[in-house]
């Protein structure tokens, strides 16, 4: 897979994806800036894993089955890998190189002390079918942590939000039987499908947020 954050942004032809849930939602651009709330919670992931890399002095206890270790071997450990699992949102399709959502999220988190390298595991226009369907290959890498941003093209396409849960269901239990901390990142669907789809739609991601050991956002581009 391509790696880091800092990689050149991935994207499809004419892909509109989110251009017009971030019109409704007042944002400029069709990918979610590092919002110091998606920032908090992303933090919370991190500290599972370890502490800020300046002026920790307590120990660093890793969980999910992974080693405890003193401060000063913190500080010399590689930095911790939180995969950006999404469409073209996370990968920050027609952005500048540096202003996508990854780039700012590692940027974000390195500032506030955390050793973190963001890795690129998003696809513009990419589905939760897409999604379950590459999770091997996307996690090549190891991550140590995940964030599930993905289903906004469900709803633009009007998929049976059954078959999305099924989808985003499967890719969670991926990642958890591999002890990988997870934080889902929801998603509304456009109004033109109509109020029962769109209620049943976000009810999706309310019940799966409600997992335990998922960290919950409730709506990506909120912020």
Same mark, same amino acid.
């Given at each position: 897979?391509?790696?880091?954050?800092?990689?050149?942004? /991935?994207?499809?032809?004419?892909?509109?994806?989110?251009?017009?849930?971030?019109?409704?939602?007042?944002?400029?651009?069709?990918? $979610?800036?590092?919002?110091?709330? @998606?920032?908090?919670?992303?933090?919370?992931?991190?500290? %599972?894993?370890?502490?800020?890399?300046?002026?920790?002095?307590?120990?660093?206890?890793?969980?999910?089955?992974?080693?405890?270790?003193?401060?000063? #071997?913190?500080?010399?450990?590689?930095?911790? $890998?939180?995969? &950006? *699992?999404?469409?073209?949102?996370?990968?920050?399709?027609?952005?500048?190189?540096?202003?996508? !959502?990854?780039?700012?999220?590692?940027?974000?988190?390195?500032?506030?002390?955390?050793?973190?390298?963001?890795?690129?595991?998003?696809?513009?226009?990419?589905?939760?079918?897409?999604?379950? &369907?590459? @999770?091997?290959?996307?996690?090549?890498?190891?991550?140590?942590?995940?964030? %599930? #941003? +993905?289903?906004?093209?469900?709803? +633009? /396409?009007?998929?049976?939000?059954?078959?999305? #849960? &099924?989808? @985003?269901?499967?890719?969670?239990?991926? +990642?958890?039987? $591999?002890?990988?901390?997870?934080?889902?990142?929801?998603?509304?669907?456009?109004?033109?499908?109509?109020?029962?789809?769109?209620?049943? !739609?976000?009810?999706? *991601?309310?019940?799966?947020?409600? $997992?335990?050991?998922?960290?919950?956002?409730? !709506? !990506?581009?909120?912020?």
């Amino acid at each position: 897979m391509k790696g880091s954050a800092t990689d050149s942004r /991935r994207g499809v032809a004419g892909d509109g994806v989110m251009a017009s849930m971030a019109a409704r939602y007042g944002l400029g651009i069709p990918a $979610r800036k590092a919002t110091p709330i @998606l920032i908090a919670l992303v933090v919370s992931l991190a500290s %599972v894993l370890a502490p800020p890399a300046r002026g920790a002095r307590t120990w660093l206890c890793q969980t999910y089955q992974t080693q405890c270790l003193k401060p000063a #071997e913190a500080a010399a450990a590689p930095p911790i $890998r939180i995969l &950006a *699992f999404g469409d073209s949102l996370a990968a920050g399709y027609g952005l500048p190189h540096g202003q996508g !959502f990854e780039a700012q999220l590692e940027a974000a988190l390195r500032a506030k002390g955390y050793d973190v390298r963001i890795l690129d595991g998003a696809v513009s226009g990419d589905t939760t079918a897409g999604g379950r &369907a590459r @999770l091997d290959w996307a996690l090549a890498d190891q991550p140590q942590a995940a964030i %599930v #941003e +993905l289903g906004g093209n469900d709803g +633009l /396409r009007g998929i049976d939000p059954r078959d999305s #849960e &099924a989808n @985003l269901s499967a890719i969670l239990d991926a +990642l958890q039987a $591999r002890h990988i901390p997870v934080l889902l990142s929801g998603m509304y669907a456009p109004p033109n499908l109509g109020a029962d789809y769109e209620t049943g !739609f976000r009810a999706v *991601f309310d019940r799966l947020g409600k $997992r335990a050991g998922v960290i919950y956002d409730p !709506f !990506f581009l909120d912020g």
